[in-house]
């Protein structure tokens, strides 16, 4: 072996595993023929294994360092091939990752600011202020027949004050001097004060209400104040004000938030060796909003430069924007307003820009003819090391318990001491181990171990309840441990398809994506995996996640058995062939692959979760 060049840089299209279904249930067994530039070069996959000569596969589980042996990726598709050794993100900027979206369309940051006709939206809606100096005898009266007319007098009195106070000052945020809030007569009846709360939303929407007790134990009481465009709840100082018996405002819903815009705000994060949730973690603490109200479509490296969509709710482009002056390693950009906030899945794949350093090989021309085959025949689908976690203990391991109802030991595999940690976060963990000072603890922890500060804070308030204090950790998180979990499944069936079968030919008994009308087409209903988290579905408390799944047309995949017509008539190739995510409502291959699945959860003692086949009809 020789040093053949220091560098190769490529560039390679990785399509989604799901295709355009926006909750995937089955991943292509192969990718074939990956688009790559001609004068580039790509390594054999996977990069770091020793290849095998028996291609002998045995399941292995292990709570130390892994490797990708580990987590079943196994197999090469062109064995025989000699490949080479090249060191692989040597620079974080070595690695660069860059969403495409489901109309195809490669994601980049191009502009920081908002766009002038952005700017223009925002600004349509009229302020509160000039809504508070039109004329309201008309709403006074409507308010009447609704409230009475003692509440509809002190309106009256509290609007007539605001108007004052506003003439005296050219400042929003001094209005409410002299006339904080009102509260409205106590009532015990529910669908009252909603009727109160919609009619200030449609008829008096520069005043906000909320709910506070009322004078027994039976009844509340509508508090109503002055809503200068959310400035209230986030000027210096305004945490401080109380209201009636010293409670605090209620900030819910308190943005009226102009209908003319989309009700979640669309940008693009570049970000540099940082993780996705570290990132979003961050911008969120300068907005003061928690991590749920982010959304966006997968998670990418942290050791890398990448770029993707991200929506967050009911936030205003410019206040977004104003961040990149603060921001460190973090650029965000390229806003607009959109109707509906990004899932999970949601894009049709990633470009990666690879610089490869130090390349190995017996010759120029070993290199040239790995990268040959891989654009002839592809590469095995694998989910790659960074699905696991890079820790000693991975995170299908968490996702294991996690689909096992164990909540306990989820949460202390999540906080406990690891190898391969930092020095100064292991000894954090230990600290806590030791000593159970959740406060000390959370005085310590950095800020990007978002799941184990979400959890010891809701430990501290609900000692014990370790179930809620997983559903205080990010859903797109808690995700991403069962989905760990189903990857590690996944990857060993692919390298068992791949040992038994080979990659040449489609056998008896695999799925494969439907490519033309067929009468015998199974439809295969999106499996949620928060719906099997509870051991015991019909206790509400044994679910991690609360959310109802919506079966529709968009969550539902065309695959079919391979019956030996098919297979006579060459109708399908190799690269058709599909393996399911394991899940209680999923087709599986009928061949010696399904009772592999079997055999992988037995081993887990997931025999509830795991194959409860729920065969659908043809369309």
């Known amino acids: 072996m020789s040093l053949v060049t220091t560098k190769l840089v490529l560039v390679l299209n990785g399509r989604s595993r799901s295709g355009n279904q926006l909750k995937p249930c089955f991943n292509s067994l192969f990718n074939p023929k990956p688009s790559f530039s001609s004068s580039s070069c790509f390594y054999r996959f996977p990069s770091s294994q020793i290849k095998n000569n028996n291609n002998n596969y045995q399941y292995t589980e292990s709570v130390t360092a892994m490797e990708e042996s580990d987590v079943g990726i196994c197999c090469y598709i062109s064995p025989s091939l000699p490949g080479f050794r090249a060191i692989l993100k040597q620079r974080y900027s070595d690695f660069v990752v860059n969403e495409v979206d489901l109309d195809g369309n490669i994601v980049h940051l191009t502009d920081l600011h908002p766009s002038t006709q952005i700017a223009e939206e925002e600004l349509e809606k009229k302020p509160p202020v000039d809504q508070l100096n039109a004329n309201h005898d008309s709403d006074i009266d409507s308010f009447r027949a609704l409230a009475g007319d003692s509440d509809a007098d002190s309106l009256s009195d509290f609007i007539n004050q605001l108007i004052i106070n506003n003439n005296n000052s050219n400042n929003n945020s001094d209005i409410q001097d002299g006339a904080t809030s009102i509260v409205l007569s106590p009532s015990s009846d529910k669908l009252h004060r909603t009727a109160v709360h919609n009619f200030f939303k449609q008829r008096l929407n520069f005043l906000v209400t909320d709910t506070v007790d009322g004078p027994d134990p039976y009844s509340k009481c509508i508090r109503v104040r002055f809503n200068s465009r959310g400035k209230n709840d986030t000027t210096r100082g305004s945490k401080k004000r109380k209201g009636r018996g010293d409670t605090p405002y209620d900030s819910r819903g308190s943005d009226h938030w102009p209908e003319h815009l989309g009700k979640f705000l669309r940008f693009h994060l570049c970000k540099e060796n940082k993780d996705t949730q570290e990132a979003l973690g961050l911008i969120g603490k300068m907005l003061g909003i928690q991590p749920r109200s982010f959304g966006f479509s997968g998670t990418k490296d942290k050791r890398a430069v990448t770029t993707q969509r991200v929506t967050v709710f009911k936030q205003h482009a410019h206040k977004v924007a104003a961040l990149n002056k603060r921001l460190i390693g973090l650029k965000v950009g390229d806003f607009c307003y959109v109707n509906e906030g990004l899932l999970l899945g949601q894009l049709c794949g990633n470009r990666f820009t690879i610089t490869l350093r130090g390349v190995v090989a017996d010759s120029e021309d070993t290199v040239k003819t790995a990268a040959d085959a891989l654009g002839k ?29 164990e909540w306990e030991e989820a949460v202390r595999m999540i906080l406990d001491p690891r190898d391969g940690e930092r020095d100064d976060i292991r000894s954090i963990r230990e600290y806590y ?155 599986y291959p009928q061949n010696d692959i399904e009772q592999y699945y079997k055999d992988l959860a037995d081993k887990f003692e997931l025999e509830k979760w795991r194959l409860r086949r729920q065969l659908h009809k043809a369309q």
């Open 377 to 405: 025949h592809g590469f095995i689908n694998y989910f790659g090391m960074q699905r696991f976690g890079s820790g000693s203990i991975p995170t299908h391991l968490i996702g294991a318990k996690l689909l096992k109802g």
């Open 433 to 587: 181990k030791e000593s159970e000072d959740i406060d000390g603890t959370l005085r310590q922890l950095p800020r990007f171990l978002v799941a184990e500060k979400a959890i010891l804070q809701c430990l501290k308030k609900c000692p014990g309840n370790y179930l809620q204090a997983l559903k205080a950790v990010p859903r797109t998180l808690r995700m991403m441990y069962v989905h760990s979990y189903q990857s590690y499944l996944w990857n060993h069936a692919a390298s068992m398809r791949v040992q038994k079968y080979g990659t040449d030919h489609v056998v008896l008994g695999d799925l494969v994506y439907c490519n033309e009308e067929n009468s015998n087409e199974i439809k295969q209903i999106d499996d949620s995996v928060y719906e099997e988290i509870g051991p015991n579905e019909s206790s509400e408390n044994d679910h991690l996640d609360e959310s109802e799944t919506h079966v529709s047309e968009g969550n539902c995949t065309s695959v079919k058995v391979v019956n030996n017509e098919d297979i006579a008539s060459g109708h399908y190739t190799v690269t058709d062939v599909v393996l399911p995510l394991p899940g209680s409502r999923v087709n």
